[in-house]
Nanobody, 114 residues
């Protein structure tokens, strides 16, 4: 399986970004998918997940600000982030949820300046 996350960058606090993650080598449409993030020195955490049926869940700190979606035909999952805060700074990854693949890909760096 390959997971290619993109769309990160430097943004001011309060700004927005939309991340994309293209998956290949997996069935995708039958899998739940998640967006995770990791700050150096801390554990990777799940921030949003979407089931194969489109049901969504979010960690409390991003509820109302982040929106996860998916395009099964393109095997792509998205994370639209608004109202960004400095504490959202991290490397963002996508992976299957639950039961993440061992391969995580490079991720995409999001830096929020205050």
């Amino acid at each position: 399986v390959q997971l290619q996350a993109s769309g990160g960058g430097l943004v001011q606090a309060g700004g927005s970004l939309k991340l994309s993650c293209a998956a290949s080598g997996s069935r995708f449409s039958g899998d739940g998918m998640g967006w995770y993030r990791q700050v150096p020195g801390k554990r990777r955490e799940l921030v949003a997940a979407i089931s194969y049926r489109g049901e969504k869940e979010y960690v409390g700190s991003v509820k109302g600000r982040f929106a996860i979606s998916r395009d099964n035909a393109k095997k792509t999952v998205f994370l639209e982030m608004t109202g960004l805060k400095s504490e959202d700074t991290a490397v963002y990854y996508c992976n299957r949820f639950p039961n993440a693949f061992n391969y995580w890909g490079q991720g995409t760096l999001v830096t929020v300046s205050s």
